[in-house]
């Protein structure tokens, strides 16, 4: 190969490197500042790099990688993993819905409040909750997996070290927010390493401060770290009126007023899964909670805890609806087991309005007592586009992290469908990809998709886009695509689904996961 060959191509590669880069940057919340001084550089030079300019080694890549907590341009020793996906799939059989992920990860922060043995079932096994674990196991706790059945163990000392706190594993996920409202009752000054993008101030972090002054809490944000001092004994003199309806947000609350000893009333709160699921698990501690499933919490809080709990998380309505729209789109019939009803009802109701033909079981209890748990059995069926656009509401309205999944749907089904996904700046974006897959999608604006269906699907080689929800929307499509798909640098999905191409291989997919040699 020439000199001017090489050189051509090293041009070429290089503006697919930097939107590879600028994609995982945005996934993680950086600006383009945080991400130099996390790589000890320039913002220029990254925003050279985000722009093809900027020659790379592999050691520059590989350090880009850690610190965006991306395989999308990590350089390891066995590199990426990708999924090669025969289409034209026929699905067939039943599968459990697994248990919630985001339940999860509100109750291994609420672990915290205990100081004695915390059991938590069947968790799920993923990259969000290695990370926590990783934090957790730094500041002193000592955590068990039990058995393969993902039952962990988690035990708490009464002094916890937070000045060993594992930076980089914190910096890495988002939920390193929710330790703020049990730390604040046990130590009168810490340091918390925060994830970029949750600059003081801004409307995702806001709202936490504005809950969490009513019990004492003081923050100053300096370079990547939460400076936190606490009034220890304050408590709420008035109502906590939260300014959104945020999942984080609420269970933060819930969190601080836990071992607060006084009342805490909560207002427009969030009444979705994964608080209530919290709720349970703090009932469990203790903790008295009026409202459940309400937008006003009552708490009623104790000034310590220590006790032995053994809870089970409900199973997650995000991924019943992901396995529902695989049976769609391959218009295949299969049972989805264990679907927490009461969080897919207005998913299914606009799917049956849709066209969608399926039986559903009797109502069940989750092995947390509480969560009303069916069985669906999908059948082939002849889908139209709904009549009016598909957007979210905070709970009981459409998910917001469902959304994406009727862009699947929404290109199988005939005519026009339009979403509005209003509350996240990007992630329409990333739903066109399925054009090349033979999808018919526009952007209508950063907010809205429409498609124009039925699709005849057609297999395509794609680059996992780092927003979870779309990289599984483009898997679910390329099952139905005629021919082979590859669908390269998963590691976002592993991030929030445990084994997902090896359970959609037992009910009849043909999903491979390989490796670049």
């Known amino acids: 190969m020439s000199y001017c060959r090489r050189?051509?191509?090293?041009?070429?590669?290089?503006?697919?490197?930097?939107?590879?880069?600028?994609?995982?940057?945005?996934?993680?919340?950086l600006t383009q500042a945080q991400l130099a001084t996390t790589l000890g550089?320039?913002?220029?030079?990254?925003?050279?790099?985000?722009?093809?300019?900027?020659?790379?080694?592999?050691?520059?890549?590989?350090?880009?990688?850690?610190?965006?907590?991306?395989?999308?341009?990590?350089?390891?020793?066995?590199?990426?993993?990708?999924?090669?996906?025969?289409?034209?799939?026929?699905?067939?059989?039943?599968?459990?819905?697994?248990?919630?992920?985001?339940?999860?990860?509100?109750?291994?922060?609420?672990?915290?409040?205990?100081?004695?043995t915390t059991v938590l079932r069947k968790v799920a096994r993923i990259e969000e909750v290695n990370r926590l674990l990783e934090v957790l196991t730094s500041i002193g706790v000592k955590a068990t997996w039990l058995n393969e059945l993902g039952d962990l163990e988690l035990r708490v000392p009464a002094t916890l070290d937070l000045s060993s706190i594992d930076e980089g594993a914190a910096r890495r996920t988002r939920s390193i927010i929710m330790f703020l409202g049990p730390l604040l009752h046990r130590a009168g000054k810490f340091q918390l390493p925060y994830a970029g993008g949750c600059d003081l101030g801004t409307r995702t972090v806001e709202p936490h401060m504005a809950a969490l002054r009513h019990f004492g809490l003081d923050v100053v944000a300096t370079d990547h770290n939460y400076q936190a001092t606490t009034a220890v004994g304050t408590g709420p003199t008035r109502p906590i009126v939260l300014t959104e309806r945020g999942d984080t947000v609420t269970e933060n609350a819930l969190l601080a007023a836990a071992l607060y000893e006084g009342e805490t009333i909560i207002r427009n709160a969030s009444p979705n899964y994964m608080v209530q699921d919290l709720c349970f698990f703090l009932e469990k501690l203790g903790v008295r909670i009026q409202g459940i499933g309400t937008t006003t919490l009552v708490v009623h809080g104790t000034s310590s805890i220590s006790t032995d709990v053994d809870y089970a998380p409900s199973e997650d309505p995000i991924e019943a609806m992901s396995l529902i729209s695989a049976a769609?789109?391959?218009?295949?019939?299969?049972?989805?087991?264990?679907v927490p009803i009461e969080f897919m009802e207005i998913e299914l109701a606009l799917l049956e309005e849709m066209g969608l033909r399926y039986d559903r079981s009797e109502e069940y209890l989750a092995e947390n007592g509480k969560t009303r748990l069916v069985d669906i059995t999908t059948h082939p069926s002849d889908l139209r586009a709904p009549a009016d656009k598909i957007h979210p509401m905070p709970f009981p309205g459409l998910n917001i992290d469902n959304l994406p999944f009727f862009a699947v749907i929404g290109a199988t089904a005939q005519g026009q469908t339009l979403l509005h996904d209003w509350v996240y700046e990007n992630r329409a974006i990333y739903l066109t990809e399925l054009t090349?897959?033979?999808?018919?999608?526009?952007?209508?604006?950063?907010?809205?998709?429409?498609?124009?269906?039925?699709?005849?699907?057609?297999?395509?080689?794609?680059?996992?886009?780092?927003?979870?929800?779309?990289?599984?929307?483009?898997?679910?499509?390329?099952?139905?695509?005629?021919?082979?798909?590859?669908?390269?640098?998963?590691?976002?999905?592993?991030?929030?689904?445990?084994?997902?191409?090896?359970?959609?291989?037992?009910?009849?997919?043909?999903?491979?996961?390989?490796?670049d040699i």
């Open 41 to 116: 550089t320039s913002q220029s030079a990254i925003n050279r790099i985000e722009k093809g300019q900027q020659n790379l080694t592999l050691e520059m890549i590989s350090r880009i990688g850690r610190a965006l907590d991306s395989e999308i341009v990590g350089m390891g020793t066995s590199g990426p993993s990708h999924l090669r996906v025969h289409g034209e799939t026929t699905l067939s059989g039943a599968i459990d819905v697994k248990s919630s992920k985001n339940a999860g990860v509100a109750l291994l922060c609420a672990s915290l409040l205990n100081t004695g």
């Open 328 to 338: 769609i789109v391959t218009r295949s019939s299969i049972t989805v087991r264990r």
């Open 436 to 515: 090349k897959l033979g999808a018919n999608v526009k952007l209508m604006d950063p907010h809205r998709v429409l498609l124009e269906g039925p699709t005849r699907w057609s297999g395509a080689e794609l680059v996992c886009p780092p927003a979870l929800r779309p990289a599984v929307v483009i898997l679910l499509a390329m099952l139905a695509a005629k021919g082979t798909s590859v669908l390269r640098n998963v590691y976002v999905i592993n991030r929030g689904y445990e084994d997902l191409a090896e359970r959609l291989n037992k009910l009849g997919a043909r999903i491979e996961t390989f490796r």
């Open 7 to 29: 050189m051509t191509e090293t041009t070429e590669f290089l503006p697919r490197i930097g939107a590879l880069v600028r994609d995982a940057r945005q996934q993680s919340g």
